[in-house]
T-cell receptor, first 112, second 106 residues
Framework: QAQLVESGGGVVQPGASLRLSCVASGFDFSSFSMEWVRQAPGKGLERVAFISFEGSTKYYAASVDGRFTVSRDNSKNTVYLHLSGVREDDTAVYYCMDQFIRGQGTRVTVTS | DIQMTQSPSILSASVGDRVTITCRASRNIGHWLAWYQQRPGTAPKVLISEASTLQHGVPPRFSATGSGSDFTLTISNLQPDDFATYYC????????FGAGTKVEVK
């Protein structure tokens, strides 16, 4: 059964950096593109970043472009999201997904 | 990007009711549509994939139809556990979510 487990969230100050990780199991990770989406408190689901199965193609939402970087290590079945220059409106639960949200997400809180 | 328009945004209903939520894609997505249920404080849970395929363990009172650009989720005989927010999501071209439908107690 496919599983995705996110980690790396926390409470940080504006301007800080952190790296989120998502470990996949139960499917052929290296054959699937991956996305990160987020959900701010009381809000809907927003697409954040996309990475192709081999890592050569990446897309970002306008709200994070230039601040967030997506990467993957197919040897570790892991996709990453590096957040830099975080702002209070980046506060959200972040989920990784192949076609579906499968995990519990990791919470990022940006506060001064 | 494909836009997903979901309606209604709020649906007031009672236990035992039959409710329907609709989702429209801005272009043809075939059958590449999923429905999620999200209870407060928890992650979204996939109920249905490929427009109409019930996930393992999802009660049969949930059903869904549609293809192309118009889709519906129906909950028959609404139960107390079903009061939650529901999202549609296309995965034909990257992923996009609808804005959600909150099913609340009437």
């Amino acid at each position: 059964q496919a599983q995705l487990v996110e980690s790396g969230g926390g409470v940080v100050q504006p301007g800080a950096s952190l790296r989120l990780s998502c470990v996949a199991s139960g499917f052929d990770f290296s054959s699937f593109s991956m996305e990160w989406v987020r959900q701010a408190p009381g809000k809907g689901l927003e697409r954040v970043a996309f990475i192709s199965f081999e890592g050569s193609t990446k897309y970002y939402a306008a709200s994070v472009d230039g601040r967030f970087t997506v990467s993957r290590d197919n040897s570790k079945n892991t996709v990453y999201l590096h957040l830099s220059g975080v702002r209070e409106d980046d506060t959200a639960v972040y989920y990784c997904m192949d076609q579906f949200i499968r995990g519990q997400g990791t919470r990022v809180t940006v506060t001064s | 990007d494909i836009q997903m328009t979901q309606s209604p945004s709020i649906l007031s209903a009672s236990v035992g009711d039959r409710v329907t939520i609709t989702c429209r894609a801005s272009r043809n997505i075939g059958h590449w549509l999923a429905w999620y249920q999200q209870r407060p404080g928890t992650a979204p849970k996939v109920l249905i994939s490929e427009a109409s395929t019930l996930q393992h363990g999802v009660p049969p009172r949930f059903s869904a139809t549609g293809s192309g650009s118009d889709f519906t989720l129906t909950i028959s005989n609404l139960q107390p556990d079903d009061f939650a927010t529901y999202y549609c999501q296309q995965y034909s071209n990257y992923v996009t979510f609808g804005a959600g439908t909150k099913v609340e107690v009437k």
